[in-house]
């Protein structure tokens, strides 16, 4: 079993259904907002803006997580998450028609209608983040919060690389859209069970005012006055606005212009996540005493491993499933080694006793401006006819720059002082699978009322 049993671990019994939510969920949006509807995307003929378009919106919409706090008051947590994760679901209604037309001749509407659904899900999702990371944090006691979410991504992961190797297999035995039909139909039936999980949580207590005025007042602050802080965030920007397109425009340039199938690609994502876990195994024992420049710099060298491994793809060398299956591995493992990194570094250079708002700056405004980058390449990357439909000059020159990057950061990252050894960790929930969830971490800004107990909490 990978679900926590009473036998098995009693303390993370009682709170099962948070993890089960996890696992249902991973099996809703890695499909909604993952490979598998870039994929949809080019079966229905969009070029390279749409497919950009719709892979950002998750990221654009980090905004909404802060205003959709003010409903807090009035609605819980409870019933705030559960409105943006209830209405996300009915979104894919659309894809699902779709995939029932078959069209073989799309029309251009049936592009327009799939970047108008994954932008109201991706609103609706951004309600429901809004709430959900702190609700559960309240509800897991502390002792045990670093197993929990541990093994809340380590479901998420199962999930995600379960479903890729199924979806893989169904386009090798099933006609292309019935696949893409039975994709978004799990997608349905895992937000309907990750809605069904959360109905069974506890809620907890309404807050009673929120530091809204405090979010104002103090980010132009943090983002422009010069410290330790705003130097690492200017840092941490252009690394997001160069590795954000690789995901969708490597999937739709491989299948547009590539040649390769739906299935390779899926297996090919799915490398990504091997890759990113063994790259946190492999972290986990060696951030502690290392500190987390040295692992900043592995992911820099990796990156430009991957820029330099795809120019020479491009260029017409090496095409082959290894070189790809080299890659994917390589862009989990740099993802991995500079998340974790990153988590690490934060809590070192942050105050911890006031970390909310410089961690959720740092999240919102990196996953904000790496959003914006599929969009701008995508204008330039569509190609010149159908017969080509990405301009694989433009294509080199963004990897180009992805090696321009990580080398000037590799020098760069020097500037950064660090006192190696353990830091107090921060909450992780969401960030190593789906670092867009770290705005939702502006949530923890509300004033909660002081707890009074007569144990102390660990």
Not at 48 to 66: C, D, I, K, N, R
Not at 236 to 245: E, K, N
Not at 320 to 344: F, H, I
Request: charged residues 10%.
């Amino acid at each position: 079993m990978i679900f926590p049993t009473k036998k098995r671990d009693p303390e993370l019994y009682p709170h099962r259904h948070g993890l089960h939510f996890s696992f249902y969920n991973a099996l809703n949006w890695q499909v909604a907002i993952g490979t598998p509807t870039v994929l949809f995307m080019q079966q229905l003929g969009a070029d390279a803006f749409q497919v950009g378009l719709v892979f950002s919106w998750t990221f654009l919409l980090t905004p909404v997580q802060v205003l959709a706090t003010a409903f807090l008051p009035h609605l819980g947590f409870k019933r705030l998450t559960l409105a943006g994760w209830s209405a996300r679901a009915w979104c894919l209604v659309v894809p699902i028609g779709l995939a029932v037309l078959a069209p073989r001749q799309p029309l251009p509407w049936m592009i327009n209608a799939m970047v108008t659904a994954m932008f109201v899900y991706s609103l609706a999702r951004a309600v429901g983040t809004a709430a959900l990371t702190t609700w559960l944090y309240q509800l897991v006691p502390a002792a045990i919060r670093g197993r929990y979410w541990a093994t809340d991504q380590m479901l998420s992961g199962i999930a995600i690389m379960g479903s890729l190797i199924i979806y893989a297999g169904l386009f090798l035995v099933l006609p292309v859209y019935l696949a893409f039909l039975v994709q978004y139909l799990v997608a349905v039936f895992g937000a309907w069970m990750a809605n069904h999980e959360l109905n069974r949580l506890a809620d907890v207590e309404r807050p009673r005012m929120l530091s809204l005025e405090k979010i104002v007042t103090e980010t132009p602050r943090l983002i422009t006055e010069p410290s330790l802080f705003r130097t690492y965030l200017w840092l941490s920007i252009p690394l997001y606005v160069t590795i954000t397109p690789i995901a969708p425009f490597a999937a739709y340039y491989l299948k547009a212009t590539g040649g390769l199938n739906a299935a390779s690609i899926l297996l090919l994502t799915m490398l990504t996540y091997v890759g990113l876990i063994a790259a946190n195994l492999f972290m986990r024992t060696h951030m502690d005493h290392h500190g987390a420049k040295p692992f900043f710099r592995l992911s820099y060298g990796l990156l430009a491993l991957i820029a330099t491994g795809w120019l020479y793809y491009l260029q017409g060398g090496g095409q082959s499933p290894v070189v790809l299956a080299v890659l994917y591995t390589l862009q989990g493992a740099a993802s991995g080694c500079w998340t974790s990194a990153n988590l690490n570094y934060l809590a070192k250079i942050v105050p911890e006793q006031d970390r909310a708002l410089p961690v959720s700056i740092h999240g919102a405004v990196i996953t904000f401006l790496g959003g914006c980058s599929p969009v701008l390449w995508g204008l330039f990357m569509k190609g010149p006819s159908e017969a080509q439909p990405v301009n694989v000059p433009v294509f080199q020159a963004f990897f180009a720059s992805l090696l321009l990057t990580t080398a000037a950061l590799f020098w760069l990252v020097r500037r950064l002082p660090e006192k190696t050894g353990p830091a107090y960790p921060l909450l992780q929930g969401g960030w190593l699978l789906r670092p867009f969830r770290g705005a939702g971490n502006l949530i923890n800004l509300i004033e909660r009322p002081v707890e009074h107990s007569d144990q102390p909490e660990p």
